[in-house]
């Protein structure tokens, strides 16, 4: 089946560490982006991709970094850096023309 | 910046129809898309607009007006399984960038 899948689902992480999420698509989607969601707020864009080796900040990529060396891969690196990582990460990716398609999130929380 | 505007929070009740509206800076605009988001879940697509009028899809309707930088989404007949989170989302310039707003919490009662 196509889809695209993010893992892990829930993620604890220690103040000061580095973690990254994991992106997989096979829909052959050229473009790729990761939002992040906070209780009760709508999604803020962090990084977008349109092709492979080449990516976008969006509106809050401080504290983050993403590579896209294969079409299907998009993973994101919250690092220490990132003053308040604890959120709902969500994943996308879409073809030309069409709308996004989402994954089903990585809950982050750091202790 | 690109501002997306939607009201934060509606009530309706169960079998009505409820009007969602969102305003966002037209420079830049290139399509907009509406979605439904159920707490703890990803968002699923709704609707997509990119030319003026409205756009009906079963119980769901979308509606654009690009020199007024504003759309609304109406939801008719509705049933309690629509009580989520409605997201407005814009697609700027770049054909890959998509600017979201910070959704409208829809609540039905019986």
């Known amino acids: 089946d196509g889809g695209i899948t993010q893992s892990p689902k829930y993620l604890f992480r220690k103040e000061g560490q580095n973690v990254t999420l994991s992106c997989e698509q096979n829909?052959?989607?050229?473009?790729m982006y990761w939002y992040r969601q906070d209780p009760g707020q709508g999604l803020r864009l962090i990084y977008y991709?349109?092709?492979?080796?080449?990516?976008q900040k969006g509106d809050i990529a401080e504290g983050y970094s993403v590579s896209r060396e294969k079409k299907e891969s998009f993973p994101l690196t919250v690092t220490s850096a990132q003053k308040n990582p604890t959120a709902f990460y969500l994943c996308?990716?879409?073809?030309?023309?069409?709308?996004?398609?989402f994954g089903p999130g990585t809950r982050l929380t750091v202790l | 910046g690109q501002n997306i505007d939607q009201p934060t929070e509606m009530t309706a009740t169960e079998g009505a129809i409820v009007q969602i509206n969102c305003t966002y800076q037209?420079?830049?605009?290139?399509?907009l898309f509406w979605y439904q988001q159920h707490a703890g879940e990803a968002p699923t697509f709704l609707s997509y607009?990119?030319?003026?009028g409205l756009e009906e899809k079963g119980r769901f309707s979308s509606f654009l007006s690009r020199s007024k930088g504003y759309s609304y989404l109406l939801l008719k007949e509705l049933q309690m399984k629509d009580s989520a989170s409605y997201l407005c989302?814009?697609?700027?310039?770049?054909?890959?960038?998509?600017?979201f707003g910070s959704g409208t919490r829809l609540s039905i009662r019986p």
């Open positions: 996308a990716s879409k073809s030309s023309g069409s709308e996004q398609f």
């Open positions: 829909l052959n989607h050229d473009a």
């Open positions: 991709s349109q092709i492979v080796n080449d990516f």
């Open positions: 037209t420079s830049g605009f290139n399509g």
């Open positions: 607009n990119v030319l003026d």
């Open positions: 989302a814009v697609r700027y310039s770049s054909a890959s960038k998509i600017i």
